[in-house]
């Protein structure tokens, strides 16, 4: 019984083979066959919990989620060997591991996708969620697990957004304008005109207007100037053309012109 081989049992079938090929008497003679090379070969000193590799169980057993499993030797279907974990197939009756077997993108490695139950690399960017995706660029997301372009204005954090202009946040993962506009700091409301300040990410005009320099206040008309940041009509003068229309410089002073 030391060589007792699977060529010896299937000796053990009639001269009819047809009768060992029914699913029926295939079962049989599997377990049959496992309790043999069980008793034939089986170490009671060989531990069958906390393997990690195949030649670590006893013969006739391999390493299953850790544990020494008797072997599924024979199949009808890719469905027999599904017990035995991701990537056994039904070849020629027997349950064979195919590594590039798959049945969903899932059981793929990253960057690659299952066709046709083979894992094969796509052309397309592979992805599991959005956050995978980023590395392409702003606007793209993950759908049936392509990247795929979607609307220009998808968008993270506001960030992203800058890039379309002024005046753009991202809500609800749109860049969208805000009105008043959306801004950072002041400077981004300098487009706007003199006046304008960064105000809880909006643009507001100031009263009096906001300034970084007299010449901001130019528009306003002679005698401004830019104080804090702030345009103020400066109250001392030299010439009356300081004082601006309706005014004449009085004693250093810009004074409204009499009626008369």
Request: proline fraction near 5%; aromatic fraction near 12%.
């Amino acid at each position: 019984m030391d060589n007792f081989s699977r060529w010896d049992f299937v000796q053990l079938c009639p001269v009819d083979l047809d009768m060992c090929v029914s699913k029926e008497n295939v079962k049989l003679m599997t377990v049959l066959f496992a309790v043999l090379t069980d008793n034939v070969h089986g170490d009671s000193n060989v531990s069958t919990s906390n393997v990690r590799q195949d030649g670590e169980c006893p013969s006739g057993q391999e390493c299953i989620s850790n544990q020494c499993q008797t072997k599924i030797e024979f199949c009808f279907s890719d469905r027999d060997c599904r017990q035995l974990g991701i990537g056994y197939r039904c070849i020629n009756y027997q349950c064979q591991r195919d590594p590039g077997y798959c049945r969903h993108n899932g059981e793929c490695p990253f960057g690659q996708q299952c066709i046709n139950y083979q894992c094969q690399t796509s052309d397309q960017q592979l992805c599991y969620s959005d956050r995978d995706c980023r590395q392409l660029g702003i606007g793209y997301r993950c759908v049936n697990y392509q990247c795929q372009r979607g609307d220009p204005q998808f968008c993270y954090s506001d960030r992203d957004c800058r890039q379309l202009g002024f005046g753009y946040r991202c809500v609800n993962y749109q860049c969208q304008r805000g009105d008043p506009p959306f801004c950072y700091s002041d400077r981004d409301c300098r487009q706007l005109g003199i006046g304008y300040r960064c105000v809880n990410y909006q643009c507001q005009r100031g009263d009096p207007p906001f300034c970084y320099s007299d010449r901001d206040c130019r528009q306003l008309g002679i005698g401004y100037r830019c104080v804090n940041y702030q345009c103020q009509r400066e109250q001392s003068c030299r010439f009356h053309f300081e004082c601006g229309p309706g005014y004449r410089c009085v004693g250093r002073q810009c004074q409204p012109r009499s009626p008369w």
